[in-house]
Each structure stands twice: as C-alpha cells, then as structure tokens.
C-alpha cells in the first residue's frame, strides 16, 4: 500500500468515525442552555435535589425493603428462635437443595419461596400446638439464593450473586465494571413480576457516576433482575470496521483518488 493509499484509508476512518460520533455531539449541543454573563444562574449552582438526610432514608428504605420482600432458597441460613425455649432454638439452618430446613420439634420444614415474616408466623402457629404462646423470630443470616444477570458489554458478563442489597450500579461494578465498548448512559434492567408480568427500566448510570443523579436514580435490584449493559459508538465503529468487504471499500476510496 502506498502512500496515496494509506491517506484514502486514514480519511475514510475519519469520516466513518465523525458520521457515528457527530449525532450525538450535536444533540447535546443543541439540547444546552445558552445563559448570559450576567445570569446569576451562570455562577450559583442548582440547588441539590435532596440532603444528606433524605438520601440516607432512602438506602435504609432499600435495605428494609430487601429484607422484607426476600424470598427464602436453597443455600440462604436463617436463625430460628424460640424465646425461653433453647432446646427448639435453632441458631444456623441452612436451606436446603430441596428447599426445607431442620427443627427438632418440627421436623423437616418447607420454607422455599417463604419472607422471613411469613415463615416466622407459621412457626408460631405450628410451634402453638406444643407450646403455651410460643414467642418465635426468625432471621435471614446469609442470603446465597438471589441472584441478577449482568450481561453485555461488561467486563466479566454472567452471574452475581445477591447476598445482600444491590443497587444497579454495584451489580455492574460485581461484573467488573464497563467495558471499553459499554454504554453508560442507557442500561437495560428487565424485571419480571411475581403475576408474569415483564417491567423494563432505563438507567443513566452515567450521571450516578458524575454525582448528578438522585440516590433514587441508583434504583434497587431484586433477585431474578437482569441488567444489560449495551454497546456504545466505540462498539459501533469496531463493528462497521469488522464488516466483510470493508477493506474493499477503502481500497475503492484510494483508487478513486489516484
């Protein structure tokens, strides 16, 4: 290839490149507000959408929320304790493969698919037909049974496990965070409903990692979630650069300009 060639090759790239970048730099730069020297609002920033306060409600409002909606499995570890009564106190039981957990009095218990309220209130009523007012709680130890999909232009794409509360973010940054070909600014989250029903969320997961976005944005996952991760403009252009006959097309450029 000669030098006339190489330069045809290099101006195709560029165009090719400012075709897939151009749009979208020129939506944002139509989308800005012009504002005049003299604008207060040019020099004071926007006020913050809520205070350190609020957004500590809402993380305990995450874990609450977690923690009473979570639906026992197999591999989760629960505490069962009978106030007064040691000898059906149970301080570890780990869920079964198929689902149950050990009680001395009880027996094998089916607790699969059960919220720690739930399985704490069949308890006392089972554990009433033995005992005189039973006083029965019952803790999740160790959550291992929930589990998200993170799939897409991460860096290690697959399974996570979900021990503990998850916002979309850490679920990303327990994939190893974004790939080079990873688009920040539009993840997919698909949620599927207890009735069947399929939910789809978009997340600017771009703005939670500048500090724009309210600690809502950041929203909680629930076990079954998947995120997905798509490609960005880099993923493009390496996708047009791939194509067959490409190398072709260049050729054809340089030639033209002989």
Same mark, same amino acid.
């Given at each position: 290839?000669?030098?006339?060639?190489?330069?045809?090759?290099?101006?195709?790239?560029?165009?090719?490149?400012?075709?897939?970048?151009?749009?979208?730099?020129?939506?944002?730069?139509?989308?800005?507000?012009?504002?005049?020297?003299?604008?207060?609002?040019?020099?004071?920033?926007?006020?913050?959408?809520?205070?350190?306060?609020?957004?500590?409600?809402?993380?305990?409002?995450?874990?609450?929320?977690?923690?009473?909606?979570?639906?026992?499995g197999p591999a989760d570890e629960i505490a069962i304790r009978v106030i007064g009564q040691p000898d059906y106190t149970v301080e570890?039981?780990?869920?079964?493969?198929?689902?149950?957990?050990?009680?001395?009095?009880?027996?094998?218990?089916?607790?699969?698919?059960? !919220? +720690?309220?739930?399985?704490?209130?069949?308890?006392? /009523?089972?554990?009433? $037909?033995?005992? @005189?007012?039973? =006083?029965?709680?019952?803790?999740?130890?160790?959550?291992?049974?929930?589990?998200?999909?993170?799939?897409?232009?991460?860096?290690?794409?697959?399974?996570?496990?979900?021990?503990?509360?998850?916002?979309?973010?850490?679920?990303?940054?327990?994939?190893?965070?974004?790939?080079?070909?990873?688009?920040?600014?539009?993840?997919?989250?698909?949620?599927?409903?207890?009735?069947?029903?399929?939910?789809?969320? !978009? +997340?600017?997961?771009?703005?939670?990692?500048?500090? /724009?976005?309210?600690? $809502?944005?950041? @929203?909680?996952? =629930?076990?079954?979630?998947?995120?997905?991760?798509?490609?960005?403009?880099?993923?493009?252009?390496?996708?047009?650069?791939?194509?067959?006959?490409?190398?072709?097309?260049?050729?054809?450029?340089s030639i033209g300009r002989r």
């Amino acid at each position: 290839m000669n030098s006339t060639e190489r330069l045809g090759m290099a101006a195709a790239l560029i165009i090719l490149a400012c075709a897939l970048y151009g749009q979208q730099g020129f939506a944002q730069t139509s989308s800005a507000t012009t504002q005049k020297p003299g604008d207060p609002k040019a020099n004071n920033p926007a006020p913050a959408a809520s205070d350190t306060s609020d957004d500590n409600e809402i993380f305990r409002d995450i874990y609450q929320e977690f923690y009473d909606g979570y639906r026992l499995g197999p591999a989760d570890e629960i505490a069962i304790r009978v106030i007064g009564q040691p000898d059906y106190t149970v301080e570890r039981a780990k869920v079964s493969p198929t689902g149950s957990v050990y009680h001395p009095l009880l027996g094998d218990l089916e607790v699969a698919g059960l !919220t +720690v309220r739930r399985l704490n209130d069949r308890l006392t /009523k089972d554990l009433s $037909e033995y005992l @005189i007012n039973p =006083r029965v709680t019952v803790s999740l130890i160790e959550a291992n049974s929930a589990k998200i999909g993170v799939l897409g232009d991460v860096v290690h794409p697959g399974i996570v496990v979900m021990n503990r509360p998850m916002t979309i973010l850490e679920a990303i940054v327990a994939s190893g965070g974004f790939a080079n070909t990873g688009s920040k600014s539009g993840v997919t989250v698909l949620r599927q409903t207890r009735d069947g029903r399929a939910q789809t969320f !978009t +997340v600017n997961v771009k703005r939670i990692l500048e500090g /724009k976005a309210r600690a $809502e944005e950041n @929203i909680a996952l =629930r076990g079954g979630d998947t995120v997905i991760v798509h490609g960005n403009a880099r993923k493009k252009l390496d996708s047009v650069l791939s194509l067959a006959g490409f190398g072709s097309f260049l050729s054809f450029i340089s030639i033209g300009r002989r």
